[in-house]
């Protein structure tokens, strides 16, 4: 699995975005170290806060899985109807914590602009002087 083909996996998990409210469509690939790769979608609710992003669908599923660890990440996100070039599109604070728990601060994030064009970060760059697991032990 190279850096194209997760974020085109994350492009193809944008399109099970549920967003009716937003218009605002995300998709993500987290890739485990195993060598799986978890996708998710954004899906919101009539009730606002019950909504989930696409980042923590995608971790959601894979932990439920009991898969624990990861090496990348890919996400992408734009309003409906919008093709390439994506604006890019980070994850939300409570995600970048909900990374953090499972995540190594060195972990590339793929913010994904298009088939094969993404800004890479590391989730430590996202949440500088973070709080997390490590800080507990
Ligand atoms: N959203 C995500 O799924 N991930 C992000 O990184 C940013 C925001 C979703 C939440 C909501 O459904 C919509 O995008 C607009 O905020």
Redesign the pocket.
């Known amino acids: 699995m190279d850096k194209k083909e997760l974020a085109n996996l994350a492009i193809k998990a944008r399109q099970m ?1 549920y ?1 009716p ?2 218009h ?3 998709g ?1 690939a987290l890739l485990a170290k195993d060598g799986r790769v978890f996708t ?5 609710n009539a009730a606002y806060t019950p ?7 995608a971790l959601f599923k894979a932990v439920s899985e009991g898969v624990r660890e990861f090496s990348m990440l890919a ?1 992408v ?1 734009a309003a409906a109807g919008q093709s390439e070039p994506f604006p890019v ?4 604070g409570v ?1 970048r914590q909900a990374l953090n728990e499972f995540c190594e601060l060195d972990m590339p994030i793929l913010l994904v602009t298009g088939a094969d064009s993404w800004e890479e970060v590391t989730l430590g760059q996202l949440l500088p002087y973070d709080f997390g697991p490590r800080d507990l032990k």
């Not at 909504?51 to 669908?57: F, H, I, Q």
């Open positions: 975005s967003s409210y937003s605002f469509q995300v993500a998710g979608c954004n899906i919101e909504s989930n992003c696409a980042e923590r669908t996400v996100g599109t980070g994850p939300c995600c």
